[in-house]
């Protein structure tokens, strides 16, 4: 899949975690947002000098562990 599809649809999830109403659809999406995030790595694997994930805040959004 393009790099660009990705990132956009990892960006949806995101802001849909951030505006649900429920406990469970914001999980839903941030879960979603994971798996985006996942694949933007490994995508990108190689490409950066440090071993920092690019989307490290992505696989662990805050506030997802309190729910």
């Known amino acids: ?3 660009n599809y990705l990132l956009h649809r990892q ?3 995101l802001m849909k975690a951030a505006a649900a109403v429920c406990r469970e659809a914001r ?3 941030a879960l979603m947002a994971q798996g985006y995030a996942r694949r933007i790595n490994a995508r990108v694997d ?3 000098d440090s071993e ?3 989307m490290d805040e992505a696989l662990h959004p ?3 562990a309190a729910a």
Request: hydrophobic share 40%.
């Open 1 to 3: 899949m393009d790099l």
């Open 11 to 13: 960006q949806v999830s």
């Open 27 to 29: 999980y839903s999406h």
């Open 46 to 48: 190689g490409l950066r």
């Open 52 to 54: 920092t994930p690019l």
């Open 62 to 64: 805050a506030g997802l």
